[in-house]
Nanobody, 118 residues
Framework: QVQLVGSGGGLVQAGGSLRLSCAAS????????MAWFRQAPGKEREFVTS????????YYADSVKGRFTISRDNAKNTGYLQMSSLKPEDTAVYYC???????????WGQGTQVTVSS
């Protein structure tokens, strides 16, 4: 399995921007997709965005479409989440995840806190 380390969270003002990173190590050749999920206090974990590693095809939840951009750097084995026009409702712990082609997301980063002030 691939090991993931998420980082880059912090406190930002509404309307601001933040970039999260997800560094991968271990057995990465079998990686098919990388994704970002988030969990706000009192809420269930929700899907934010994902990218097919080989093709670069991306998917976004409606709530972040047009504001968030997922990308990857093959040379660095690192995925990114660029967040812009942040809203207080974006406040959550953000987790990066990875999966094989015919599997669920079974490799997870430790989570990084994003707090957006009003």
């Amino acid at each position: 399995q691939v090991q993931l380390v998420g980082s880059g969270g912090g406190l930002v003002q509404a309307g601001g921007s933040l970039r999260l990173s997800c560094a991968a190590s271990g057995r990465t050749f079998g990686r098919y997709a990388m994704a970002w999920f988030r969990q706000a206090p009192g809420k269930e974990r929700e899907f934010v965005t994902s990218i097919i590693w080989s093709s670069g095809t991306t998917y976004y939840a409606d709530s972040v479409k047009g504001r968030f951009t997922i990308s990857r750097d093959n040379a660095k084995n690192t995925g990114y989440l660029q967040m812009s026009s942040l809203k207080p409702e974006d406040t959550a712990v953000y987790y990066c995840a990875a999966r094989a082609a015919s599997a669920s997301y079974d490799s997870w980063g430790q989570g990084t806190q994003v707090t957006v002030s009003s």
